[in-house]
């Protein structure tokens, strides 16, 4: 399989990359600095930015499914995953290329969801201290959800560091509120193989009692 990513310079996108080559398959990342890449086989670095719409049609072209594991950046775009996503929702279906799985926020809401008191004390802290990335991914989501793209929307709570283990899946409130990188990872490249959760935002978090292995 051919891979479009975007973020990949990030923790999560980096993880998301290491696995996707050792599966197998070949991968063209969209950098604004390519040398942050180690070279590897199977591996395409395109200099570019996100928020240019040619940069993305580049990246996107020739590919199987696009990843995009981008988050907010300190000193960055304030709006760098709508424009990402206004970007991606235009280009790909010109470019044939219509399955893209993302990762955002488990504090994005999506219709399903049964937040509990901690969940909802969550949301209403990064209402409070991070409203404007809400926001952004907020609209990020609204752009894809909107689209004829076969989506996935992956949302994940706390990130943190640690191997890849068993996750669980569903709307918020039936979910934990930390998950490692690596599982994530795992989690997005096995939707764009398997062709799983199609036009859904599950939330996942670590299975209970795993740490990873």
Known sequence: MKIGLLGGTGRTGQQLLRLALDHGHSVQVLARTPARLTPAAGLTAIKGDVSNRADVAEVVSGVDVVLSALGPVRGGSPTVMQDAAA???????????????????????????????????????????????????????DLIRESPLQWTVVRAPMLKGGPAGPVVSGPVGRVGTQ????????????AAEDGTFIREAPAVSQAPGSRGR
């Open 87 to 141: 970007h991606l929702v235009s280009v790909m279906p010109a470019a044939g290329v219509l399955r893209l799985v993302t990762l955002t926020g488990a504090g994005v809401e999506h219709a399903g969801d049964q937040p509990g008191p901690v969940d909802r004390v969550f949301r209403g802290i990064l209402r409070l201290t991070q409203g404007a990335v809400l926001a952004d991914a907020t609209r990020h989501v």
């Open 179 to 190: 998950v490692t990188r690596a599982s994530v990872a795992a989690f997005m490249l096995a």
